[in-house]
């Protein structure tokens, strides 16, 4: 699919009046510039003997790198004694008005060395819901009846899934959609014989290779709902594709299209695939969009990917790719980002969270949830799935708890000068007046900020020399210089920010 961003030109207009650096999307890489002795700027092309020549870049960025920021996390808010379930595993949250909802994924233990039903593939979700994100309500909804009672919170289960089951899935909220389909549901199932006949003749060449001589076929299934808790099963498959992970998706207004992340196979190797779709009722096969790179060990994986969004700025995705060692049976998790929903790249700085110590609650599994939500206290966070054991050790129930992955409030990646480093951003048209950075410096450490004008001149009053002391650890403090934080700009007029930066590292800067 190619990116709408494609070949898009500054001046920009930022979608949500933020630049978060999770990427280079909106930082110059400078300019070529020869002069000669009297700094006149030389021709590429002459029949004359070349002159003695200078190299003067401009606004080329130095001195700076992107840093992925660790995670720090909760103790677990949810644990399997308070749901009446041996096992539990995943979750999405939404903050929706100003409520927290969160539906989690529960594997029946009766389905333990049970010859039909095989452990995983017909699991339930129940739903909870939070004012805080830390207390939370489980509501009797009276849907579905889970050993012989409806007095429960189960949302989604037998018989509401039909014949497919239930494996690895995600609850989205969809703007696009009648309000009675308002809720959607991506996950795996499985498919009868009847499935998988009709879906032969009618798709044969949308059949996932990896299912190529196997009897038994898994896919990729839906649901819909007005309110994410009464659901209705979609009966027709999306495709045949094997996705026994955590699945995602969501709809893209700007793409027009249903996006899914899903799992991929690739020589053999789990890897990300990525699914856009017109409608949610046929999917294409996934693309690849992660694979196990260079970089990494021969032994390591990419399994759960965690796609989801920065709070507050759509136009920032975000992924959580899970990497599992085989050597270790470890997982962690590490950091990737898109500017369009198309194109993907992994953000340096190492895993953002691991395994804690052996025998503590996360130190075998742990896993990203779905769903960066703001938290209180100036945070933000995602839902961590965690068992005590790694991922293919004999596991004993009560097994598995979710807790919080959290960050301070939009610290995901830090553009860091470990000394002295220096950069400018891209021209940018605003009709905002103000400017705001989260930045954070030791005491010896400092930002100062310049304004230039379309033309590329300083902005009078506002260059470096004028701009007020930023230091210190400041989640959304104003620009000022000397006193003063209106940017001194004529309406529409085009604008270029410039740092310098010195034992510092920075983490948006705002337009307000």
Known sequence: MIS?????????????????????????????????????????????PVPPLRYEPRLLPVGIELKAQRARRTEPFLRP????????FGGTVIHDEGMYRLWFDCWPSEHLDHPQFQMGNFNHVRYAESDDGESWRFPELGLVERNGSKQNNVVYGPPLFGPSGYHGGCVFKDPSAPAAERYKMLYQGRFTEEMKEQYLRERSDETDAYLSGRSEWAGLFGAVSPDGLEWTWQPEPLSAQVSDTHNVCEYDPLLERYVAYCRNWFFHRRGI???????????????????????????????????????????YHVMFPMCWSIRSDKFDFHL????????????????????????????????PGLGLVELP?????????????PHKHPRLAPLGVLAWAWWPMGRLVALEAEVEGAFALQPIRTEKRRRHLNFRTPPAGSIRVQLLDGKGHEIAGRGFDDCDWLCGDELDREVTWKGEGDLALPENEVLTVCFRMRCAQLFSARFA
């Open 273 to 315: 695939g990525r699914i856009a779709a017109k409608e949610f009722r046929r999917f294409p096969l996934s693309e690849e969009v992660l694979w196990p790179s260079p970089s990494m060990a021969p032994d390591e994986l990419w399994y759960v990917n965690g796609k989801t969004r920065m709070p507050g700025a759509p136009d």
């Open 81 to 88: 004694q308070m749901t009446d379930e041996l096992y539990l």
């Open 4 to 48: 709408p961003l494609r070949n898009q030109a500054p001046p920009y207009k930022l979608p949500s009046d933020i630049v978060y650096f999770h990427d280079w999307r909106y930082v110059q890489h400078g300019s070529v510039n020869w002069h000669t002795e009297d700094g006149t700027r030389a021709s590429m092309w002459t029949l004359d």
């Open 336 to 367: 990737a980002t898109s500017p369009d929903n198309v194109l993907w790249n992994t953000v340096p700085g190492g895993p953002l969270c691991e395994p804690g110590d052996p025998g503590a609650w996360d130190g075998g599994i742990v896993a």
């Open 377 to 389: 206290g100036g945070r933000m966070g995602i839902p961590l799935a965690a068992t005590p054991v």
